[in-house]
């Protein structure tokens, strides 16, 4: 919540010689951040930040109590001035009070008075000024007078046409709606309840009020309206907020009352405003004024011994300087041995546990005061052991650096995307209020949003581009399953695609890496460790080859280091073969195939490919002995029937 | 022959040697090694020689060798230094790709938080309402929770921890964190996607938060500000100023809001733009607000949320901070980003940047 306060409002609670630029810094420093001062035709304006916890604040009487009890501590002498508003006298006339059926346990405080000969005057250019200062638009001044009023104090009033009130049987019933029931907001907005918001009623049970958030159009003041109810009410903070929220109707008042504005405050709120009526509409006094307090806040004493005070801030400070800030705050405060005994005042809700005096006395000492030092206590050694941050770092800048681009793209997707990703829709998680169309399901998949990427960029082609994200797979009766995933999309050729992985996969010393797949299928998958665990799959599509990986899988798999090989002390034959191959020949069996005819044949790679014809890099060796021609001939005889018998191949070229 | 005359054609052959400067070594080679080369006839003359002058002639020879090797290789190295090459040429760029530029920051964060013994761990980005909210002290229905526009998911909610719900923050990790280890010290670095339900330029539904927490015995504000400064310097450069000023939050309490002094105007608020005269003109930094960018929020975790963890407040305190990567990242020198939805937008053109 924002406040705007013009530095003279401010001064006319205040005794302060101070500069705007230095209150900005010192109050900002201590209490409510200034955000900005801005200049509204000459007078400095602040524009002040305060918490949901500080309705208190949200006012220039509350700001002028904090700037009181902050500057002192500067070394600005600063005092809050007493609030003057004169007691309403006894009426000159005497009308009845509308017979007002209370609800104690919706409401805390009714407190009214009856106006009469009130004048329909432009609003005084004084107050005028100070409004348009702080954005409110100026009505005439029937309505800014509870405008004033509100912001000066902090606590809402609302002026009834008394008359209405009359017509319609001079009764207030305080209760809940059912619902169904209609009502018509003094800005002519309608609306019907859905049950449970706290309003007036009439006798004839329309509802004439929404208490504590807004008037409506049938009790409202209006051109014609020459008596008042000036009225001031406490809803509980809940039921405010219910209605408020429920029906979208967010005013000032409903903003004060769900934050526990102090229903103390609404005594000073009507004398000012009764005050404002006489001196600016000529107005009288025509009732006695209705005070029906049911629930004063009374606040219970916090505790707090200096030992605690020391606990938070780490610096012993005096009990009696601490005494003198929260007096300055206006607590009530005790020293007992070593124990403050706190007592806040009845607008001070927010303080109601050692933590909160703790932090009274703090910000007005100045954290600003306080050392700034490391932590000397043991570093805890507890790692989680499912995660590997390290490793995704490492397959983030491997995949970098051999030239393919990390994304981040959304977690949540389109219907259409959800139905891409190739799990059903209704096996996806729907948010119940999505903010677009295109994020209203938690993705199963990467794949699609990853596609698109490389759609949305076709002057980069052939790109590849990867994430690490988290999938999430709904479980009955629980959160969901959230797989974190390396997903990977390529325009790149599959073969080039495969081996970047598979490269990878060696970077991270990942053994017993097998990918499978059958004869002709569009899908392969991904297998490590002994166990033969299944860790992703590698699909070909028409413009792309997409990956999936569960990353647990490379964390639960992946080795810091090798296992060292002692180097070789024999020769290594190497030794290029060429094959024509029929069509369809699926190279990866044959392959395997080949490697396992002989344990002298330590490596076979597919060096190049030309048309039908393919070419295989043979290394041959025995640990023990040097290999000869005469050894390795009948090896690669054997190749070559191997290839002829079991897949129909030729070899290129002549055995010697 | 006699030995006298074979030695002073060994000699005048290497005056002769000695005058070749313009041979290419591939010529050397040829005038005097070659089969019919100068050097090698002579040599096969030294078999017309007596035993005993061939003893003699047989080390003048051997330099003269020598000599010519050490030509031919002068000569060719020469040669190959002279031809004409052009080293304005442009390189050959390899493809590089990129990490993506949140990655990098938590890449930063992470080794920050981890060299004063913090621990980073991961928790769920779909929650229960208990460890986004009410753990934290904010129940259902608290005007707090305004400040935090959620998504929930239409799932039925558990009967004790409440709606599912996208977590609004990382602070999700305070309770889980407290519950995985049972017991302080505590000392951890939770990052994680965050959603809202919010957006413009300087919103995205997605963003990234990063979370710490601390709790152990005798933690104070102290070392919260300790911790501030330590990566507000790490992470922006060694003059980089922290502050906390009061804030609210309901986990925390106290609670502050966090500024780091702004590094282009080095905290002043004033920029100084210098005109060719030498004297500076002053103007308001366009960057910060008065020296100072407001970072996120923290707090020393208040008892109810030690108590919801299991951690007895009486015994422990802690403080726990909470800010968004984006927000954090953007100001470093040079990266005022004006759209942060360029950062989930898969443009290359923005991302090769990084």
Redesign the interface.
Same mark, same amino acid.
């Given at each position: 919540m924002n406040i705007l306060i013009p530095h003279s409002w401010l001064l006319e609670h205040l005794e302060a010689e101070i500069e705007p630029k230095k209150l900005?810094?010192y109050l900002?420093?201590?209490?409510?951040?200034v955000?900005q001062i801005y200049d509204k035709a000459g007078e400095p304006v602040y524009d002040i930040e305060v918490?949901?916890?500080?309705a208190d604040a949200m006012s220039v009487r509350g700001i002028a109590r904090e700037v009181a009890a902050i500057l002192p501590q500067f070394g600005v002498a600063a005092q809050l001035k007493p609030l003057a508003t004169p007691k309403i006298l006894p009426p000159t006339q005497e009308l009845a009070l509308p017979a007002i059926t209370e609800n104690d346990a919706l409401n805390k405080r009714t407190l009214c008075v009856v106006l009469s000969n009130v004048r329909r005057v432009p609003t005084p250019d004084w107050m005028a000024q100070r409004l348009t200062a702080i954005d409110m638009n100026v009505h005439d001044a029937v309505i800014a007078i509870t405008n004033y009023v509100t912001h000066e104090l902090g606590h809402p009033c609302h002026a009834f046409d008394y008359d209405k009130l009359v017509a319609s049987g001079n009764q207030i019933i305080i209760c809940e709606a059912g619902a169904g029931e209609s009502f018509t907001t003094l800005d002519g907005n309608s609306f019907t309840t859905v049950g449970g918001e706290v309003v007036f009623k009439d006798g004839a049970g329309q509802i004439i009020d929404l208490p504590s958030i807004k008037g409506t159009l049938n009790a409202s003041i209006n051109a014609r309206t020459k008596r008042i109810l000036l009225l001031a009410e406490s809803i509980n903070? $809940?039921k405010v907020?219910?209605t408020s929220m429920t029906h979208a109707i967010r005013t000032t008042a409903a903003q004060l009352m769900?934050?526990n504005a102090d229903p103390a405050l609404a005594s000073d709120v009507l004398r000012l405003g009764v005050k404002l009526y006489q001196a600016i509409c000529g107005a009288e006094v025509a009732s006695a004024v209705y005070d029906h307090f049911s629930r004063p806040n009374r606040l219970s004493s916090v505790t707090l011994t200096s030992k605690e005070l020391l606990?938070?801030?780490?610096?012993a400070i005096p009990l009696n300087s601490a005494k003198e800030m929260l007096e300055r705050l206006e607590c009530a405060v005790e020293i007992a041995h070593d124990t403050l005994v706190v007592t806040p005042p009845s607008f001070r809700p927010d303080l109601s546990?050692p933590?909160?005096i703790?932090?009274e006395v703090?910000?007005l000492y100045g954290?600003?005061n306080?050392?700034?030092?490391?932590?000397a206590?043991?570093?805890?050694t507890?790692?989680?052991l499912d995660?590997n941050?390290t490793l995704e $770092?490492i397959v983030? $800048?491997f995949?970098?650096?051999?030239?393919?681009?990390?994304?981040?793209?959304?977690?949540?997707m389109s219907e259409a995307e959800a139905i891409a990703s190739g799990f059903s829709l209704d096996t996806h998680?729907?948010?119940?209020?999505?903010?677009?169309e295109d994020?209203v399901y938690?993705r199963r998949s990467l794949t699609p949003?990853l596609t698109?990427?490389v759609a949305?960029?076709p002057m980069?082609q052939p790109?590849?581009?990867f994430e690490i994200?988290?999938v999430?797979h709904?479980r009955a009766?629980d959160?969901?399953e $959230?797989v974190?995933t390396l997903g990977i999309v390529s325009s790149s050729a599959y073969r080039r695609v495969r081996g970047v992985l598979e490269a990878l996969l060696s970077k991270l010393h990942i053994a017993q890496v097998e990918i499978e797949t059958a004869a002709g299928s569009h899908e392969a998958k991904i297998f490590c460790g002994p166990q033969h665990e299944l860790a992703g799959s590698i699909t070909q599509n028409k413009a792309n080859v997409a990956i999936v990986i569960r990353v647990r899988a490379l964390v639960t798999h992946a080795q810091s280091h090798p296992v060292y090989r002692p180097q070789a002390k024999t020769a290594i034959i190497r030794e290029d073969l060429t094959f024509t191959l029929p069509k369809q020949t699926a190279i990866g069996p044959l392959m395997a195939a080949l490697q396992n005819l002989d344990q002298h044949i330590t490596t076979l790679e597919l060096s190049t490919v030309y048309n039908d014809n393919y070419t295989f890099t043979i290394h041959y060796h025995d640990a023990k002995h040097n290999l000869t021609s005469d050894q390795i001939a009948p090896l690669r005889k054997r190749l070559v029937a191997e290839v002829a018998q079991r897949w129909g191949g030729s070899l290129v070229g002549q055995l010697t | 022959m006699i030995g006298s005359q074979y030695s002073e054609k060994l000699l005048a052959l290497k005056q002769r040697l000695q005058l070749e400067t313009t041979l290419s070594a591939e010529e050397l080679q040829q005038k005097y090694l070659g089969a019919h080369g100068v050097f090698t006839l002579l040599a096969k003359q030294i078999t017309e020689l007596t035993a005993d002058e061939r003893k003699l002639a047989g080390k003048p020879l051997n330099d003269l060798k020598m000599a010519l090797a050490t030509a031919i290789l002068a000569a060719h190295k020469t040669t190959s230094g002279q031809g004409w090459v052009d080293l304005s040429l442009p390189g050959e760029p390899p493809q590089v790709g990129h990490v993506h530029p949140i990655s990098q920051a938590m890449a930063e964060i992470t080794q920050i938080f981890t060299s004063i013994g913090f621990t980073r761990v991961r928790y769920p980005e779909v929650d229960w309402d208990w460890y986004v909210f009410e753990s934290l002290n904010m129940p259902p229905n608290h005007p707090a929770r305004d400040e935090w526009e959620t998504f929930f998911v239409d799932q039925a909610p558990d009967e004790k921890k409440g709606q599912m719900v996208l977590t609004t923050h990382t602070s999700n990790g305070q309770v889980r964190e407290m519950e995985r280890l049972g017991e302080p010290p505590i000392r951890m670095i939770n990052i994680a996607r965050c959603y809202r339900r919010q957006q413009d330029v300087t919103h995205t539904q997605m963003f990234h938060q990063f979370e710490g927490l601390v709790v152990d015995k005798g933690i104070t504000i102290q070392h919260l500000k300790g911790t501030l400064d330590y990566f507000a310097k790490a992470f922006y450069g060694p003059g980089t100023k922290s502050r906390i000023r009061p804030f609210h939050f309901q986990f925390t309490e106290p609670s502050f809001e966090v500024d780091f002094s702004c590094h282009i105007c080095g905290g002043s608020g004033i920029s100084l733009t210098s005109i060719p005269q030498g004297i500076g003109t002053a103007q308001k930094c366009k960057f910060c607000k008065s020296g100072w960018h407001e970072v996120g929020g923290c707090g020393m975790v208040h008892p109810n949320v030690l108590q919801a963890g299991g951690i007895d407040p009486e015994i422990y305190t802690g403080f726990a901070f909470g800010w968004g990567i984006e927000r954090t990242y953007t100001l470093k020198a040079g990266l005022a980003i004006d759209d942060i939805r360029l950062l989930y937008s898969g443009d290359l053109q923005f991302l090769e940047q990084f």
């Open positions: 900005q810094e900002s420093l201590c209490g409510p951040s955000e918490t949901t916890n500080r903070p $809940e907020r219910f769900e934050k606990r938070y801030l780490g610096v546990i933590a909160d703790v932090e703090a910000r954290y600003h306080l050392p700034s030092t490391l932590m206590t043991p570093i805890p507890n790692r989680p995660t941050f $770092e983030q $800048e995949l970098a650096t051999v030239g393919w681009q990390e994304v981040y793209t959304y977690s949540l998680l729907k948010l119940a209020n999505p903010l677009t994020k938690l949003s698109a990427v949305a960029n980069r790109l590849s581009v994200a988290n999430y709904p009766n959160l969901p $959230e974190l | -």
